[in-house]
Each structure stands twice: as structure tokens, then as C-alpha cells.
């Protein structure tokens, strides 16, 4: 019996394991969300990007878990809520130089 290797099928062709339209897809689904919600309703794109970045923290979590490195979830997921929301709430007044920052809107 023939042993297939990663990247081949049994068939003799590569696969990849992945689905190029449910790629484009879920690309244009997330591209749309994310201009829709900037130039609509601002707190939804706080939103957004929250969850974006948290489910970024959770991946990077769980490969530093392949090393045996242990990283605290909730204590990392709750920072990122305060950090969001205090650079939200504080606006450009919360800038470090707010003369220098490069929002012109407020």
C-alpha cells in the first residue's frame, strides 16, 4: 500500500486543504464589515476591531502553548476591552502629543 505525503492526494494531485471561493468569500464578507462599520456607526467598529484582535490573542495563546509557554487568556482579553475602549473614550485628548496627532476630525 502507498503512503501519501503531506500536500497529496491519492489521487496522485496536490491538495492543500483549502477552499478558494469560501476564501474570497469570507474576505469580502470581513472587508465589507469593516468599511461598512468605519464610515456608518464608529462604536461598531470598535467592535469589530475588538473582536478581530481578541481572536488574534487566543491563536497567539494557543501557539505559544505548543512551546509550553502559558499565557493567561482572560487577564490579556480584558486589557484589550480597556485599552480599546479608554482610546475611544479619551479621543485625541488621550494622545500622547495631541498637537502633533494626525486625527483632523476632532
Known sequence: ????????????????????????????????????????????????????VGVGVVELTRAFATRDIVVPVPPVLLGLVAMQAGAYRAGRSGCWRPSRCSRSCC
Open 1 to 52: 500500500m502507498e503512503k501519501s505525503t503531506a500536500g497529496t492526494s491519492s489521487s496522485g494531485g496536490s491538495r492543500t486543504g483549502r477552499n478558494l471561493p469560501a476564501a474570497i468569500a469570507v474576505g469580502l464578507v470581513l472587508g465589507a464589515l469593516v468599511l461598512g462599520t468605519i464610515y456608518t456607526v464608529k462604536e461598531l467598529f470598535l467592535l469589530v476591531a475588538v473582536v478581530c
